[in-house]
């Protein structure tokens, strides 16, 4: 069976700081990846996806997420945190049906507060 | 483009009632995907739509809900008897061929 983790379900940083969102993962088959951000009473929007290309995924925004099988990890990270980036966030992962997805498993989620 | 919209934003109800929570899909869009989200926790798995066929119902927690797409592109969940702990946010998902999914506003479900 397929799960998350997310470590910290609160995290706080100043402006300008380094952002890590840190997620591990569980899964008996390569799986495919996703970080997502959900801003106060809105929907999920995708940031960024691992799919079995490039172990270092570019997503919105700034972030950024690598891969490391080794490790069963996906975390997340922005070198410089704004205001605009508080918000929660979730990883989420799904086995790869060749090359289609079912459904998501999510993270309980970790909430990113940016001080000024 | 018109993302995913799901109707009503908001809904209350009473316990022992029967709703109906809408989604609209991406134009296009075959597969369509609802989660719950309880408050504190991440979207959990309802049910897949592949077309008009249900392709996992595996997340439905029991035989009061059910939901259908009848054309392939509108959703409809629905539940029945409502319970207080069916209270959270109904999330929809929709995917081109089983690709990335994007996510609607959601429905917030609060049964008294």
């Known amino acids: 069976a397929q799960s998350v983790t997310q470590l910290g379900s609160h995290v706080s940083v100043s402006e300008g700081a380094l952002v890590l969102l840190r997620c591990n993962y569980s899964s008996s088959v390569p799986p495919y990846l996703f970080w997502y951000v959900q801003y106060p009473n809105q929907g999920l929007q995708l940031l960024l996806k691992y799919t079995s290309a490039a172990t270092l995924v570019k997503g919105i925004n700034g972030f950024e997420a690598e891969f490391k099988k080794s490790e069963t990890s996906f975390h997340l990270t922005k070198p410089s945190a704004h205001m605009s980036d508080a918000a929660e966030y979730f990883c989420a992962v799904t086995l790869n049906y060749g090359g289609s997805q079912g459904n998501l498993i999510f993270g309980k989620g970790t909430k990113l507060s940016v001080k000024p | 483009g018109a993302g995913v919209s799901q109707t009503p934003s908001n809904k209350v109800t009473e316990k022992g009632k029967y709703v109906e929570l809408r989604c609209d899909p991406i134009s296009g869009h075959t597969a369509l995907y609802w989660y719950r989200q309880s408050l504190g926790q991440g979207p959990e798995f309802l049910i897949y739509?592949?077309?008009?066929?249900?392709?996992?119902d595996s997340g439905l927690p029991n035989d009061r809900f059910f939901a259908v797409r009848p054309e392939g592109s509108v959703s409809t969940l629905k539940i029945q008897r409502t319970e207080r702990g069916d209270s959270a946010v109904y999330l929809c998902?929709?995917?081109?061929?089983?690709?990335?999914?994007?996510f609607g506003p959601g429905t917030r479900l609060t049964v008294l």
């Open positions: 739509f592949q077309g008009t066929g249900a392709a996992d």
């Open positions: 998902a929709s995917s081109l061929n089983g690709n990335t999914q994007y």
